[in-house]
């Protein structure tokens, strides 16, 4: 039997792919710099999700406020599994959550429109005290697929939905370390 809790992901032997949505001054400046800096906060958490129908879900396909701009995050395996092995479910003992340098939490993973699924797809939350190494040693490369995203979108509304598909990037099951195994509840 299959785990409604997999890690599904654009991955290859050295880097996954992780999604954020931001305001354009936020997305611009990182594009410009290649890395994220000001206005981006380093003094919050910020949260990272190898799911991009979720993302999708989150940020109305790019159109809540302050989400209009969608950026595909490539990082090192070796940061992601870093960040993990950090991490304490949101569901734990809240002393434990308040004192973890990330968070994961599970959510109902989504379809192109947005309906909830039977499998769960994993957010993480890197916290302020671990950011900097985020942002300075585990990102590899930023892009911009908001013009990818507008045009999924405009396909999903018009009744194209197999055309926006193709749009997609393409997820998998990554192969989470036996040691990690326990941030999945049923794990």
Known sequence: ?????QIRADHDART???YQAYSPAIADAAL???????????HRMTWIKPSFLW?????????????ERILGVRMTRQGWEEALSRAVLTTADP??????AVHVQWDPERSPRGAALNHYSIQVGIGRHLIRTFTDDWIVSLTDLTPQV???A??????????ARRLL???RVYPLPRELEGLCPDG
């Open 154 to 163: 405009t396909l999903i509304q018009t009744g194209h939905a197999d055309k």
């Open 169 to 171: 990037p393409t997820e």
């Open 32 to 42: 410009r710099a290649g890395r994220f800096v000001a206005p981006f906060s380093f």
């Open 55 to 67: 993302l999708m879900h989150r940020s109305n396909w790019a159109r809540k406020p302050g989400q």
């Open 16 to 18: 996954i792919v992780v």
């Open 95 to 100: 002393a434990a959550v308040a004192q973890a």
């Open 150 to 152: 507008r045009r999924a």
């Open 1 to 5: 039997m299959t785990s409604q809790y």
